[in-house]
């Protein structure tokens, strides 16, 4: 089956720092890609979804300078939390659409804990 | 608001029973609808699928079931078994090549 890549899956950084975290397809090209915050005991909300060489499409109530998006490839995507706060401590989780079977794929997460 | 959404925050079954977990959305034209298992700490696992043009499928020990007319989804678990325990989500994709939209879960647990 198709995989999906997420890297890190465990970050713990100080107030104010950025963080970026990695979503790559490793076994398909993918279309579009999504972004999720999944807060404890929660559902998983949509931030933004990106498709290669565009820019992201934002959730309202998602800041587009807080949460930078780049998706440089067909099987790249990255999240950068500029200057974290403990409010943007959650688990973060990408999603991945094959380009020839359409199927989403998930990767594992990434908890973010900001001190 | 939601556009999906479960019934119950919680369920508990003995091993070996059947598991109910439903769910309701809101958005009629809704054309796909997946179940994912989601144990601590990792990304959601797909369970299985249905589309709109169905309204019932069935895997291993797990079935869909969709009610368009009261827009109710349903996953039935056979014989669950412990390493059933996760939290259930249901979701919804409303347009082709859109994300898709989450309910809140369920949480199934299952004892010995």
């Known amino acids: 089956g198709a995989v999906v890549s997420q890297h890190p899956s465990r970050v713990i950084c100080k107030s104010g720092t950025s963080v970026k975290i990695e979503c790559r397809s490793l076994?398909?090209?993918?279309?579009?890609m999504f972004w999720y915050r999944q807060f404890p005991k929660q559902s998983l909300m949509l931030m933004a979804t990106s498709n290669e060489g565009s820019k992201a499409t934002y959730e309202q109530g998602v800041e587009k300078d807080k949460f930078l998006i780049n998706h440089a490839s067909l099987t790249l995507s990255t999240l950068t939390v500029t200057s974290a706060h403990p409010e943007d401590s959650s688990f973060y989780i990408c999603?991945?659409?094959?380009?020839?079977?359409?199927?989403?794929?998930f990767g594992s997460g990434t908890q973010l804990s900001v001190l | 608001g939601e556009s999906v959404g479960l019934h119950l925050p919680t369920l508990s079954v003995q091993e070996g029973d059947n598991s109910i977990i439903n769910c309701a959305y809101s958005?009629?034209?809704?054309?796909?609808f997946i179940w994912y298992k989601q144990e601590s700490g990792k990304g959601p696992q797909f369970i299985i699928d249905i589309r709109s043009n169905m309204d019932k499928r069935q895997g291993q020990r797990v079935t869909v079931l969709l009610n368009k007319t009261v827009k109710h989804l349903s996953l039935q678990i056979a014989a669950t078994q412990p390493g059933d325990s996760a939290v259930y989500f249901c979701a919804e994709n409303i347009h082709p090549g859109t994300a898709l939209i989450f309910g809140k879960g369920t949480t199934l647990s299952v004892s010995s």
């Open positions: 958005n009629s034209a809704s054309d796909y």
């Open positions: 999603s991945v659409r094959d380009r020839e079977s359409e199927k989403l794929f």
């Open positions: 076994d398909f090209q993918a279309t579009t």
